[in-house]
C-alpha cells in the first residue's frame, strides 16, 4: 500500500517562528510536491523536486523554502511564520515516466495555525 | 491568475441521480487532465483521468469528458451515491512532473 506520510497533522506557532513540515513517501518516487490548500483557491503549488537536491518554485514560493537531502523526504520551511501562512499544506509525489503521466499521491495534510 | 477553473464551489444531487462537475482551463499547453476527490481530514486520491489526444474515458460510474476546443472537462458520476460526497478537484498538466488544480466543487449526495 503506497504510502506519504506528513510528520503533524496539527501544528500551531506563533508569528516570527521557523517551521518545518516533513514528508517522507516510500514508493521511491522521483517528484515530491509542497501544496496549500485554502478555501475558494483550492491547491496552490509552493515547490517541487524532480530527484534529490533539485527544486523547483510553484505559484506561491513567497515565505517558504524547501530541502531534498534523501529521495523519500521532502521538507518545506517557513522562515519566518506569518499570519497568512496559516492554511492546510498538502505532500504529494508522483514517479517519474517518459511516456506516461503518473497520478500524484497525497499525504493526509498538516493544518498549520499561526498566530 | 488560476489557469484552472470550477466555478461551481458546490453542487447537490440526489441519490441515484447524475452528478455533472465542470472545469474549465486556459492553458492550452495542457495535455493531461485529472480528477481527484477529497473527503475531510484526508490527501485527495486520484479518481480519473484524460489524455488530451482523447475525448472520453470512462471508469465505472465515473466518466470524463473533454472538450479541447472549449478547454472545458466534465466528470459525470452516474448514479450517483451519497459516498460520493466529497470535494472533487480538476487538475492540469503540460508535462508529466508540474500540475495545476482547480478551487475544487464540494459535491453533496443526498440520500
Known amino acids: 500500500d503506497v504510502k506519504v506520510t506528513q510528520s503533524s497533522r496539527y501544528l500551531v506557532k506563533r508569528t516570527g517562528e521557523k517551521v518545518f513540515l516533513e514528508c517522507v513517501q516510500d514508493?521511491?518516487?522521483?517528484?515530491m510536491f509542497w501544496y496549500r490548500q485554502d478555501p475558494g483557491l483550492g491547491l496552490r503549488l509552493i515547490y517541487f523536486?524532480?530527484?534529490?537536491?533539485?527544486?523547483e518554485k510553484g505559484d506561491i514560493p513567497e515565505g517558504y523554502s524547501v530541502s531534498r537531502e534523501k529521495k523519500e523526504r521532502f521538507s518545506l520551511i517557513l522562515e519566518s511564520a506569518s499570519t497568512n501562512q496559516t492554511s492546510m499544506y498538502l505532500c504529494?509525489?508522483?514517479?517519474?515516466?517518459?511516456?506516461?503521466?503518473?497520478?500524484?499521491?497525497f499525504g493526509p495534510g498538516t493544518r498549520l495555525t499561526v498566530l | 491568475d488560476q489557469q484552472v477553473k470550477q466555478n461551481s464551489p458546490s453542487l447537490s444531487v440526489q441519490e441515484g441521480r447524475i452528478s455533472i462537475l465542470n472545469c474549465d482551463y486556459t492553458?492550452?499547453?495542457?495535455?493531461?487532465f485529472l480528477w481527484y476527490k477529497k473527503y475531510p481530514a484526508e490527501g485527495p486520491t486520484f479518481l480519473i483521468s484524460?489524455?488530451?489526444?482523447?475525448d472520453k474515458n470512462e471508469d465505472g460510474r465515473f466518466t470524463v469528458f473533454l472538450n479541447k476546443s472549449a478547454k472545458h472537462l466534465s466528470l459525470h458520476i452516474v448514479p450517483s451515491q451519497p459516498g460520493d460526497s466529497a470535494v472533487y478537484f480538476c487538475?492540469?498538466?503540460?508535462?508529466?512532473?508540474?500540475?495545476?488544480f482547480g478551487a475544487g466543487t464540494r459535491l453533496t449526495v443526498k440520500p
Open positions: 504529494a509525489s508522483s514517479a517519474r515516466s517518459g511516456i506516461t503521466y503518473n497520478e500524484q499521491f
Open positions: 514508493m521511491d518516487h522521483e517528484n
Open positions: 523536486s524532480y530527484d534529490v537536491k533539485m527544486k
Open positions: 492553458n492550452s499547453m495542457f495535455d493531461y
Open positions: 484524460i489524455s488530451s489526444i482523447k
Open positions: 487538475a492540469a498538466s503540460h508535462n508529466n512532473n508540474d500540475m495545476r
